[in-house]
């Protein structure tokens, strides 16, 4: 408990850039995705793609600013976000079946499709793997539990889950508009690889960030 009487987590340090209220590292975050943004919304490859594939950056980026004060995330967090939203940003442009990216991999390695989808859904798997990680730590009992990591990796195996429910269904209800949406090149087995990615992308990141994303925590809770 902080002096004031308030839960340690809510409490932030001077890492966090509050400055007159307003986080400054979301302030860099918004000013540096910004002109890519714009960028994007410039004629894209189709509109009802573009909107579906960025607008969890409206939604979270509003969220963030909205509980900053109370629930600063950490630093690491943050740029993980910020790189998932510029992948976002490109899939909803091109598509992902037509980033340049991709296609220049395709090239490289002789593989038959345009695979910046699966790049997609590993991030898909790996940031929102310390988003969940960072919120159980700070808002409930598993620091430190043995369970904590397979808690994190399910949510995120389940939230993966859930996309390719809301994908089904935008199909179903778009017909045809959705296709690009859907991006699957012809892949029978779409689905599932896009799945396994997240689950791969969520497990490497418990494994691989964790002390990492410990130590980032550190320096905005009290």
């Given amino acids: 408990m902080s002096k004031q009487g308030l839960p340690a987590t809510a409490c932030t340090g001077p890492s966090a850039g509050q400055a007159g209220g ?7 975050f918004s000013l540096l995705l910004a002109p890519l943004l714009a960028w994007s919304a410039v004629r894209p490859h189709d509109y009802f793609t573009w909107f579906l594939e960025i607008i969890p950056v409206f939604i979270g980026l509003p969220v963030a600013f909205a509980v900053q004060r109370r629930f600063p995330l950490s630093s690491l967090l943050l740029v993980l976000l910020w790189w998932h939203s510029v992948l976002l940003i490109f899939g909803g442009h091109y598509t992902y079946a037509r980033v340049p990216l991709g296609d220049w991999a395709m090239h490289w390695f002789g593989w038959t499709r345009n695979n910046y989808d699966k790049l997609g859904h590993f991030a898909q798997g790996f940031v929102p793997a310390l988003l969940v990680r960072e919120l159980l730590i700070r808002t409930s009992p598993l620091k430190g539990s043995k369970w904590l990591g397979f808690l ?10 859930l996309y390719e429910l809301m994908e089904w269904l935008t199909a179903v ?6 296709e690009d949406f859907l991006g699957t090149q012809g892949d029978p087995w779409d689905t599932q690889t896009d799945m396994a990615m997240a689950l791969v992308g969520a497990i490497v990141a418990v494994v691989v960030m964790s002390r990492w994303h410990d130590r980032s925590m550190a320096k905005v809770i009290g």
């Fill in 22 to 28: 307003v986080d400054r590292r979301l302030l860099w």
């Fill in 173 to 178: 209800t778009s017909g045809a508009a959705a």
């Fill in 152 to 161: 994190v990796v399910s949510v995120c195996l389940a939230f993966s889950a």
